[in-house]
């Protein structure tokens, strides 16, 4: 399999970031503490994150903290009624209740925080920033979250978009055919079901039960100084148990960060990227020397290894949902990697702001 990486090496020399490196920094006797190198500034996300990594990356530019910039970036995902899976607009859960989950990470001052189950406030990110600000407390959840976002002065809001209700009230619909709840003559959008969707850009269903859509967004940015800072942010699974909490809000899990390593985070399969403690994994991995690119594939290895329920696995004994990895390390270098081939990530880099492929451990039959 050619990856991007081995693309890169092969022709401009290793590609962004990967020609620098932070330097330790280095004293001199009676002179002030110099960096001798500095990194090229990387953002990266989920492929729902393009218009977030250019953002961030003007946050950046701007000399704006890293923090900063992966908020600013995802605020305007979580803010869109026309992703229906983060923040506004995200899908509900089965009773119809929008719930959301965020997580985020400061690097330089290794400062966490996260919320989840909240209920009512379109921007979960900034409100997990505040319990790592305002609070002694790295979690909250709940009603205890919602108060504690009140109590900062977020107004609570309907996060049902005209949209996202109807989409709710069709899936209420197909449950059963032995229910009260009627689907109208005509009503019906797209014939027999909701169309497979996905948020990570690979134009491929991407759910673990076959039909539910999914989607999330996860972004990391390193800066010049090699400073570093990620946040994941989701409506997260459609329909889901009330209460139920995918891996986005855990710390270690949907995102992690130590500013001496990298950033990573997820989407996908929640529950997977929990059992294999996701976004540390990938960090650690980086911590033992692996490029980004080879830390998501190994840690994408165990989730395939801890898949051994039948009920999640394909004909070929591979797992049947998806789980994506984006991220990158305090060289600049970066990447996204998926079990299955097709998935995309968002990147900023060098003045541009695309779409990748991301590397993949198995083909699409
Ligand atoms: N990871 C999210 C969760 O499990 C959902 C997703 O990314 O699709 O809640």
Redesign the pocket.
């Known amino acids: 399999m050619t990856t991007r990486r081995d693309f890169l090496r092969a022709t401009a020399g290793a590609g962004a970031g990967a020609a620098f490196g932070i330097v330790p920094t280095v004293k001199f006797e009676g002179a002030p503490a110099v960096h001798i190198r500095r990194v090229t500034p990387v953002a990266v996300a989920?492929a729902n994150g393009r218009e977030a990594v250019a953002k961030a990356m003007e946050v950046l530019q701007g000399g704006g903290d890293t923090l900063d910039a992966v908020v600013q970036g995802v605020n305007i995902v979580e803010r869109d009624p026309n992703d229906t899976?983060v923040g506004y607009g995200g899908l509900p859960n089965l009773d119809g209740v929008v719930q959301l989950?965020s997580s985020l990470m400061h690097g330089p001052t290794r400062g966490a925080g996260a919320v989840a189950s909240l209920e009512g406030v379109k921007t979960p990110s900034l409100v997990a920033r505040d319990v790592m600000r305002y609070t002694d407390h790295v979690l909250l959840v709940g009603p205890g979250a919602q108060e504690f976002a009140k109590s900062m002065g977020y107004p609570i809001e309907d996060l049902l978009t005209e949209e996202s209700r109807r989409r709710w009230v069709e899936w209420r619909a197909r449950l059963s055919d032995r229910d009260d709840f009627l689907i109208p003559e005509g009503s019906m959008r797209g014939g027999s079901g909701f169309r497979p969707e996905?948020?990570?850009g690979d134009g491929l269903l991407?759910?673990h039960d076959g039909v539910r859509?999914?989607?999330?967004i996860?972004c990391n940015v390193v800066n010049a100084d090699g400073d570093i800072s990620g946040v994941?942010t989701?409506?997260?699974?459609a329909w889901?148990i009330p209460g139920?909490?995918?891996?986005?809000p855990i710390i270690g899990a949907?995102l992690y960060v130590d500013n001496d390593v990298g950033a990573a985070g997820?989407?996908?399969?929640?529950?997977a990227?929990?059992k294999t403690v996701g976004g540390h994994s990938v960090v650690e991995l980086m911590r033992s020397g692996m490029h980004p690119e080879d830390a998501c594939l190994e840690a994408l290895r165990r989730v395939v290894t801890y898949t051994v329920e039948p009920r999640l696995r394909d004909e070929l004994g591979r797992p049947n949902f998806?789980?994506?990895y984006y991220a990158v390390n305090k060289k600049g270098e970066y990447a996204g990697a998926a079990i299955f081939a097709g998935s995309r990530f968002a990147v900023s880099v060098d003045g541009d702001t695309r779409v990748e492929d991301s590397a993949y451990l198995f083909e699409r039959d």
């Open positions: 989920s899976s989950d996905s948020s990570y991407d759910s859509p999914q989607g999330t996860n994941t989701t409506s997260g699974l889901k139920r909490v995918g891996d986005s949907g997820s989407t996908g399969r929640g529950e990227v929990i998806g789980v994506n």
